[in-house]
């Protein structure tokens, strides 16, 4: 099954995140809250924040930070109640975009989220109108010249539902998200080291764009993306 410059694409997204540190903390806060409130402080118990935390080690978060997150979640401290909202819409050559959000305050985020898809050339949809084109699902992604036999043989055994191997050679394990834990510790176990591993919603059928359009496709992203209520940012297009 071949791709597009899927490898160029995730490297970019990084990239951006990697720049801007202090929003990465801010929305893994958020993130930590969020999943400690719904299913408790035990890690063992709560595959959602194990996940968070995870994520936030990786970022470099301290671990008094952590605590604190957990603590304020689970009622130990007095903290905001947030809470998670998703927006759909259309960005450029009717690309799909999918924005979650954690807000204290539904009307602020989404008046900043439709002024930014309509000021960069995109349409705020309603709810499901682009989210049939996607897939919840844990996504491991290898850089190119990684073993596609050992990947496809590890992953599979582990209860991956997929190995995808792109054109730019890259290697895509996908998986359900129930699955996420048990191949992410085969890979790791095998010494495997993804550069990307998360549960994320990916698109069935990419849009690719090129020039000025994948420019203008950008910039909506990255405005949506610095929106202090933004989570997450999905969408469709192959940026080239």
Same mark, same amino acid.
């Given at each position: 099954?071949?791709?597009?410059?899927?490898?160029?694409?995730?490297?970019?997204?990084?990239?951006?995140?990697?720049?801007?540190?202090?929003?990465?903390?801010?929305?893994?806060?958020?993130?930590?809250?969020?999943?400690?409130?719904?299913?408790?402080?035990?890690?063992?118990?709560?595959?959602?924040?194990?996940?968070?935390?995870?994520?936030?080690?990786?970022?470099?978060?301290?671990?008094?930070?952590?605590?604190?997150? $957990?603590?304020?979640?689970? #009622?130990?401290? *007095?903290? @905001? +109640?947030? =809470?998670?909202?998703?927006? /759909?819409?259309?960005?450029?050559?009717?690309?799909?975009?999918?924005?979650?959000?954690?807000?204290?305050?539904?009307?602020?985020?989404?008046?900043?989220?439709?002024?930014?898809?309509?000021?960069?050339?995109?349409?705020?949809?309603?709810?499901?109108?682009?989210?049939?084109?996607?897939?919840?699902?844990?996504?491991?992604?290898?850089?190119?010249?990684?073993?596609?036999?050992?990947?496809?043989? $590890?992953?599979?055994?582990? #209860?991956?539902? *997929?190995? @995808? +191997?792109? =054109?730019?050679?890259?290697? /895509?394990?996908?998986?359900?998200?129930?699955?996420?834990?048990?191949?992410?510790?085969?890979?790791?176990?095998?010494?495997?080291?993804?550069?990307?591993?998360?549960?994320?919603?990916?698109?069935?059928?990419?849009?690719?764009?090129?020039?000025?359009?994948?420019?203008?496709?950008?910039?909506?992203?990255?405005?949506?993306?610095?929106?202090?209520?933004?989570?997450?940012?999905?969408?469709?297009?192959?940026?080239?």
């Amino acid at each position: 099954m071949a791709g597009h410059s899927k490898w160029a694409n995730i490297q970019h997204r990084k990239g951006r995140q990697d720049e801007k540190r202090g929003k990465v903390w801010t929305r893994l806060t958020r993130e930590i809250i969020v999943a400690a409130r719904q299913g408790g402080g035990d890690i063992a118990m709560n595959p959602r924040l194990r996940l968070a935390i995870e994520k936030a080690k990786g970022a470099n978060m301290p671990a008094d930070n952590i605590k604190r997150n $957990v603590d304020k979640a689970t #009622g130990n401290l *007095d903290g @905001v +109640t947030y =809470e998670e909202v998703r927006y /759909e819409g259309y960005g450029i050559g009717g690309a799909a975009v999918i924005v979650d959000c954690m807000t204290d305050n539904r009307v602020r985020t989404v008046a900043e989220v439709r002024h930014a898809f309509s000021k960069h050339g995109g349409n705020l949809g309603t709810e499901g109108s682009v989210a049939f084109q996607f897939k919840h699902v844990g996504q491991f992604l290898f850089a190119p010249g990684v073993s596609e036999d050992k990947v496809m043989e $590890v992953a599979l055994e582990a #209860g991956a539902d *997929d190995v @995808v +191997t792109h =054109e730019d050679q890259s290697i /895509e394990v996908l998986s359900s998200p129930t699955e996420f834990e048990a191949v992410q510790k085969a890979l790791e176990a095998a010494g495997l080291k993804p550069e990307v591993a998360e549960v994320t919603m990916r698109a069935d059928t990419p849009i690719e764009l090129t020039g000025e359009d994948a420019a203008r496709m950008q910039k909506l992203l990255d405005v949506l993306e610095d929106l202090d209520d933004t989570q997450d940012v999905f969408h469709n297009a192959e940026l080239n």
